[in-house]
Structure formats: structure tokens, C-alpha cells
């Protein structure tokens, strides 16, 4: 386990085969959540907590995660003192194919119609 | 508006326009909506409530279709004392390009592996 998961301390994580489709989308459908998701995807690399810049609590934001990591969104782990999260897309792509790249695109779609709303006003 | 809702009385439905993902994904979240979902995706056409046979209560499952009709993944009208829906393919394929094929699948895909579990023991 140690070879697989180095310096995991304690965060728990749904192997591949235990992701289920309904934690997966409830981990998404909030819009911190899919925030989180969208930045992870976009740099590609793994990311402290602190490197995405929310408009919540800290103790909420590590909610946030939390969620996404126990549903198989995400894997975290501490690199000395600081909790790296990144994605977890190749399992949710051999799970779910497609389904990760069209919630990225569903919310990147929303946000773009958002900013059109905005430069109308 | 009385030739786009025959015989609405009284149901809410979003706008196009006001459909949120977030809520779209909330609303397939649920193991009961999804498979709610699936069917109606599998008929193609509206379906009466009583036409899935949940493991739930009528009340549960009425508010179960409210979820989906108020976040704009089914619509709903009655037809003499009949609550008729259907699925919002149009809608939701226009706003999230691909989003429901790819939950219709990955649903499908998991109630696949289920059925190899099961047949495994």
C-alpha cells in the first residue's frame, strides 16, 4: 500500500471499483465543487488546497474536497505539510467514459453564456 | 403561452435559459431519478408516473419527479387526471452538448458491472 499511496495519512479513498456514478455526480452538482473540478482539469497537475482562490471558508473549502475526494473525484495526499489534490481521470475514464469531459465542457458552456449575460447589461 | 403548456396547472419548469447544470447534476444524483431517467430515455416518449415501479413510497416518488421537473430534466403536464412526463432532450442537449448520453451511459455501464458482480458469486 505504502508504494501506491505515499504519505496518504489517513485519507480515505474509494478504490476504482468503488466509485459509483451517483456520489460522482453529486460531488459535481456544487458550483465550488465543479470550480474545484474545472481548475484541476485545466492545469492538469496536481494542486495544493490553497492554489484555487474561493469565496468561502477555508474549513468549507476542505469540506469541498472532502466530497470530491470520497467519491472518487479526486485523490489527495500530503507532501510534507501541504495536501496535494488532483483529478482522478483516468478512472473515472475507464469507469465513465465521456462523462468527465462533457460536465467540463457543460460548465465551461455556462459560464461562457454567463459572461455574454454579463457584456449585454 | 397556453399552446407551448396544454394543461400545465400549475407545474414549474425552468426556462431554457434558466436550466442550471449544477442543478441538472444534483437532480441525476439520486439513485431513484437516475433510474427514472434511464426509463424515460429507454421509452422515448412520456410516461404516466405510475409507469416505473420504484422500491419507494408515491410521495417519495412524486418528489423525486418535482426534483427533475424543477431542475429542467423532465417535463410535466397533466393530461386529464394523468401526470404525463418526459425527458427535456432538446433542452438539455442544446445547453450541455452530450452530457445526458454520456449519464445514460455511464449509468448503463454501472448497472452492467453490477450484474457481473452478482453473476460472479
Same mark, same amino acid.
Given at each position: 500500500m505504502t508504494a501506491t499511496t505515499p504519505g496518504a495519512r489517513d485519507l480515505a479513498h474509494p478504490t476504482r471499483?468503488?466509485?459509483?456514478?451517483?456520489?460522482?455526480?453529486?460531488a459535481l452538482s456544487d458550483p465550488m465543487r465543479l470550480r474545484l473540478v474545472c481548475e484541476l482539469a485545466a492545469t492538469g497537475e496536481e494542486l495544493p488546497c490553497s492554489a484555487v482562490?474561493?469565496?468561502?471558508t477555508k474549513s468549507t473549502t476542505t469540506h469541498h474536497?472532502?466530497?470530491?475526494?470520497?467519491?472518487?473525484v479526486? *485523490?489527495?495526499?500530503? *507532501?510534507?505539510?501541504?495536501?496535494?489534490?488532483?483529478l482522478r481521470r483516468d478512472d473515472?475514464?475507464?469507469?465513465?467514459?465521456?462523462?468527465?469531459?462533457?460536465?467540463?465542457?457543460?460548465?465551461? *458552456?455556462?459560464?461562457? *453564456?454567463?459572461g455574454d449575460g454579463r457584456a449585454q447589461l
Open positions: 471499483g468503488e466509485i459509483r456514478l451517483e456520489a460522482v455526480l453529486h482562490e474561493l469565496p468561502i474536497y472532502r466530497v470530491l475526494r470520497e467519491s472518487g479526486v *485523490r489527495q495526499c500530503y *507532501r510534507g505539510t501541504a495536501k496535494m489534490t488532483s473515472l475514464e475507464t469507469l465513465f467514459p465521456g462523462l468527465l469531459a462533457s460536465v467540463l465542457g457543460a460548465a465551461h *458552456r455556462q459560464e461562457e *453564456r454567463a
